[in-house]
């Protein structure tokens, strides 16, 4: 089988320990527990010998975000011990594709997905853990709960049977990242605690998935317990070309 030149193998390992130790500083400097905070490696476009070395190095989560590109990866890694989430946009005819083979959807974006999700988790007769992805700067880019519809909406899926709602997740603007604007990340601290204090039904409020690698360590410094890094961990992804 093809394998890595060791010196890129060495590269993912020295990644993977620098952003450990930057989430561990930022737990520090805002005085968490370096517990606190979960490493998601986002491995989208990455191959999987790529992935193998990460999960050699102890990556215990790995966020996939096209259901295709997972699912045929997901026969070459040796992810027997670490958690797959999903946390591209899903269409809901895709949602059989997946709901066995990763165990929480962070992209829950719309009550119909979330509706289908329940359906598809009650048929395979599982729970189903997932998060609600919010659209924290307005974009039209992006898809996702408005901040001002998530609380609402949060009410509705937590009565859907056979979903178990964690918590949150979003992608900030970009200019917030590049400037270190930390108002996005602020206001989804304010939205998580204030689902928490909502205390719903069917509910497990422990899950706050927001920063990547150009802006992990402001998100951990307001609240984060989920930072999903892909290029801070594989290098630099080729641009895109054309659908996300
Ligand atoms: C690609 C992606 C990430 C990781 O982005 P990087 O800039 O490579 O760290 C995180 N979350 C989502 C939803 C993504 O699509």
């Known amino acids: 089988m093809y394998s890595l030149p060791p010196q890129e193998a ?60 997972l699912c045929e990866k997901i026969l070459e890694i040796n992810a027997a011990k670490s958690q797959i989430h999903f946390i591209g946009h899903l269409q809901t005819n895709k949602i059989r594709d997946i709901i066995n083979r990763v165990s929480c959807v962070q992209s829950v974006d719309s009550l119909h997905l979330a509706g289908a999700l329940s359906a598809a988790a009650v048929k395979a007769g599982i729970n189903f853990p997932c998060l609600l992805e919010v659209n924290i700067g307005m974009e039209e880019s992006k898809s996702g709960f408005s901040p001002d519809g998530v609380l609402g909406a949060a009410g509705e899926i937590a009565a859907l049977p056979n979903l178990t709602l964690r918590g949150l997740m979003t992608v900030q ?23 928490r204090e909502q205390s719903l039904p ?36 080729a641009k895109k070309t054309g659908t996300v």
Request: charged share 30%.
């Open 173 to 195: 603007p970009s200019e917030a990242s590049r400037s270190g604007d930390d108002r996005y990340f602020k206001r989804m601290q304010e939205l998580y605690l204030s689902l």
């Open 202 to 237: 069917n509910t497990r409020i422990d899950t706050l998935s927001m920063g990547m690698s150009g802006d992990y360590e402001t998100a951990v410094r307001c609240g984060a317990t989920l930072v999903r890094i892909g290029q801070g961990i594989f290098g630099a992804r």
């Open 10 to 69: 060495d590269g993912i390992r020295e990644r993977m320990r620098e952003v450990r130790a930057r989430i561990t500083e930022a737990c520090i400097t805002s005085g968490r527990p370096e517990t606190d905070v979960s490493l998601m490696a986002v491995t989208k476009t990455v191959s999987p010998e790529k992935i193998n070395i990460a999960l050699q190095e102890g990556a215990d989560l790995i966020g996939e975000n096209r259901v295709q590109e």
